[in-house]
């Protein structure tokens, strides 16, 4: 046995990998740990898609709907102790690898920029402070979905005269009529997943001059610095990941939008694939998790 498992938990899949392996996907995430019957499929999933040769010795997990104070995330660390047969299991939340994934071990905040959105701000002989982290139903503000959910929106109010002319309407041609996106949106599995994928479409329609398509990726941008700005605590780095921060004008916007609300960023970190190399910190690196207490579970 020896080696360590990655896991990177997303409301719309997760992604996994064994040490410098290839990374292993799955369209299946996890919007929230409600009840025992959610983290028995989580942890079912995670199991079935890890390599069958692999025996790792240390696994870390970062997990979307991390909930301080759950028992959901310490009963997902003992069922994949038991079913990989790992020494130790550290489920950590997402903001927990994002931001060892992007600023490391040192003072400073980070954003995810994903599906949903959370931001995690560390400084010295002070609690961990994160903000937003709500789900897409209570908050995830500027992610996207909220991106996806603004651009669906208003290419249906434009093509019901309820709303100003945009292009994002001829690019949910591809998604069928009203009707169609409607039901599609009210049944996709995981709830956000279909909504969070117009995104890349109301961005690149943004980059392309849509007036009303940039003043949503401008608005998202300012509810995020305004989540950085709330999680702060401490001078140092701002990191930004998630796959949102792939597009260079979205991460354009948010670093105006950082000066706009007087966060400095002078020093920007973005890393659209952070996750994975923060779930591996977290769970070799044992020195790290008094750092983010409350927001680790561990199985030994």
Do not use: N
């Not at 796959?243 to 970190?269: C, N, T």
Request: some cysteine; proline content about 4%; aromatic content about 4%.
């Amino acid at each position: 046995m020896s080696g360590t498992l990655a896991v990177d938990v997303g409301q719309t899949g997760f992604r996994l990998r064994v040490d410098d392996g290839d990374v292993v996907g799955s369209s299946l995430g996890v919007t929230a740990l409600t009840d025992g019957d959610h983290v028995r499929a989580l942890a079912r999933r995670i199991s079935d898609r890890v390599p069958t040769a692999a025996r790792p010795a240390r696994i870390g997990v970062g997990l979307s709907g991390f909930v301080e104070g759950s028992d959901a995330p310490a009963a997902l660390a003992a069922l994949l102790h038991e079913s990989l047969g790992a020494r130790r299991v550290v489920i950590a939340a997402d903001a927990v690898t994002a931001f060892l994934g992007t600023v490391g071990a040192r003072l400073g905040t980070v954003a995810i920029c994903g599906t949903g959105t959370a931001a995690l701000g560390i400084g010295a002989d002070t609690p961990p402070r994160r903000i937003d982290a709500r789900g897409y139903l209570l908050g995830d503000f500027g992610s996207g979905f909220w991106i996806g959910q603004r651009g669906l929106q208003a290419a249906l109010d434009a093509q019901e005269g309820r709303g100003e002319p945009t292009t994002l309407s001829d690019r949910t041609r591809r998604l069928g009529s009203a009707a169609d996106i409607y039901i599609q949106a009210m049944g996709s599995t995981p709830p956000p997943k279909f909504v969070a994928e117009f995104a890349p479409d109301v961005l690149a329609a943004a980059g392309e001059g849509d007036a009303v398509a940039l003043d949503i990726v401008r608005a998202a941008a300012a509810e995020l610095a305004r989540t950085i700005r709330a999680a702060r605590i401490a001078v140092g780095p701002v990191g930004l990941t998630g796959g949102l921060v792939r597009s260079p004008l979205f991460v354009r916007e948010v670093r105006a939008a950082l000066g706009r609300a007087d966060v400095p960023a002078d020093e920007l970190l973005v890393r659209a694939d952070a996750a994975l190399e923060g779930a591996r910190v977290v769970a070799e690196d044992v020195t790290i998790r008094s750092a983010f207490a409350g927001l680790i579970a561990v199985k030994e």
